[in-house]
């Protein structure tokens, strides 16, 4: 069940995008008219009959290992990002766990870009060393430079782009040639939830895994948690058997909820991308801002990497300031009234957050001028959201 049941003379994979979102995952003449799909709880699934339990031919066997309702998102997922399989988890994360468990083995080796989301070194500090796997951080700017780090074991090469917090870009294509080349049996892993597959494909530059937070744009209204994790062919197998082994789901109502937000993806990114860039413009302008991290500024580092393979860029980027004390971050943040304050992005309301990757980074040395803060560009009034933090500007200068 993938998509709507009328068919005119185009087929629906060969539409604009924003009118495949419309379809995917969903069909009316399937659910007695009812536009969307059901929701599908449950544990048990019922068989007729002993034969039936034995031929293991049931599409839906146990509520752990999907319903119509989880099919209908992960189907929708895997069109849009042109793949052949794809599992959801319970989280961003977990999905993250699961792939990594799925394609590393004892005694294995994995490149992690030294920008990743931090959860990620996380679970290779403390899941993956366990097992004896040897984790190298690289520098996300490594391009085809990475056939040096691959050894004999290298089992996958983990790659987010752009970086979290810092927006470094990844030449995708150059890694995953450079990889292949070596050895086609690593697995490439594309975190691709910054951009979400309506502006990035990472499957088609030459990934061969792409994982996503769900929990951030496909839902859009900071309401679930969810992860979806889709692989090209040949990969599908190994993905399927971990996922089905580590008895990974996310709930339906989450399930359910996801598949809602991908209707308004298209109208809510090019929302969040314009705000979030005329907000960057003008912070740029700020005599208080160093520097402005994002990849659709033509003052990025690897901007052109984001104008060759992307196509739009949400509303999530960074600013370094000059230098100044904590006492006046904190006297801007904890006055806005708009910001919230608070992990996560995709929603509807725009965040700010400070944070230092200083602390943790291993391959590269983060290097700024003062303290930085990461906006999630929401989806209200720019000209508010350009006061609130004028507003906030004259508490930092206030606190020094
Ligand atoms: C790039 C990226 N990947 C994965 C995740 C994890 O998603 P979740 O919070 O749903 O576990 C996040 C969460 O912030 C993220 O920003």
Request: hydrophobic share 35%.
């Amino acid at each position: 069940m993938s998509q709507s049941k009328k068919t005119g003379s185009v087929p629906i994979n060969e539409r604009h995008i924003e009118t495949r979102l419309m379809h995917l995952g969903r069909n009316p003449s399937e659910n007695y008219g009812f536009v969307n799909p059901p929701l599908y709880r449950g544990s048990t699934i019922l068989f007729p009959s002993v034969e039936r339990v034995k031929a293991k031919d049931q599409e839906y066997t146990y509520g752990r290992r999907g319903s119509p309702t989880v099919r209908a998102l992960e189907n929708a997922i895997t069109e849009l990002e042109y793949g052949a399989h794809t599992a959801s988890t319970s989280s961003g994360l977990s999905s993250c766990t699961t792939t990594l468990l799925a394609f590393t083995r004892s005694g294995g080796h994995i490149l992690v870009a030294d920008s990743v989301y931090q959860p990620v070194r996380r679970i290779s500090e403390h899941i993956l060393k366990r097992f004896g796997v040897e984790i190298t951080y690289y520098d996300p700017f490594v391009g085809a430079g990475i056939a040096d780090l691959i050894k004999d074991n290298t089992q996958i090469v983990y790659t987010e782009t752009p970086g979290s917090q810092t927006f470094e870009m990844q030449d995708l294509p150059a890694i995953a040639d450079a990889t292949h080349e070596k050895n086609r049996d690593i697995v490439v892993i594309a975190d691709n939830t910054w951009a979400s597959p309506l502006y990035y494909n990472p499957l088609k530059l030459g990934a061969d895994i792409v994982i996503h937070a769900g929990t951030k744009y496909f839902g859009g209204h900071s309401d679930i948690n969810l992860g979806t994790i889709t692989t090209n062919e040949a990969r599908a197998e190994q993905l399927r058997l971990t996922h089905g082994d580590m008895g990974q789901n996310p709930g339906p109502e989450d399930a359910q909820l996801c598949l809602r937000g991908l209707r308004t993806l298209a109208i809510r990114l090019e929302q969040h991308w314009r705000s979030g860039l005329e907000i960057a413009n003008w912070l740029s302008e700020r005599p208080e801002v160093a520097r402005v991290l994002h990849p659709a500024r033509e003052d990025h580092p690897g901007h052109d990497i984001w104008k060759r393979d992307f196509t739009g860029a949400g509303g999530l980027f960074s600013i370094v300031l000059n230098p100044c004390s904590d006492a006046a971050v904190a006297a801007m943040l904890d006055g806005l009234d708009l910001f919230g304050m608070g992990a996560s992005w995709g929603g509807y309301e725009s965040l700010a957050l400070p944070f230092d990757p200083g602390a943790y980074r291993t391959a590269t040395e983060w290097k700024a001028e003062g303290p930085a803060i990461r906006f999630f560009i929401g989806l209200e009034n720019v000209d508010d959201l350009k006061a609130d933090l004028d507003a906030g500007f004259a508490r930092l200068r206030a606190t020094g």
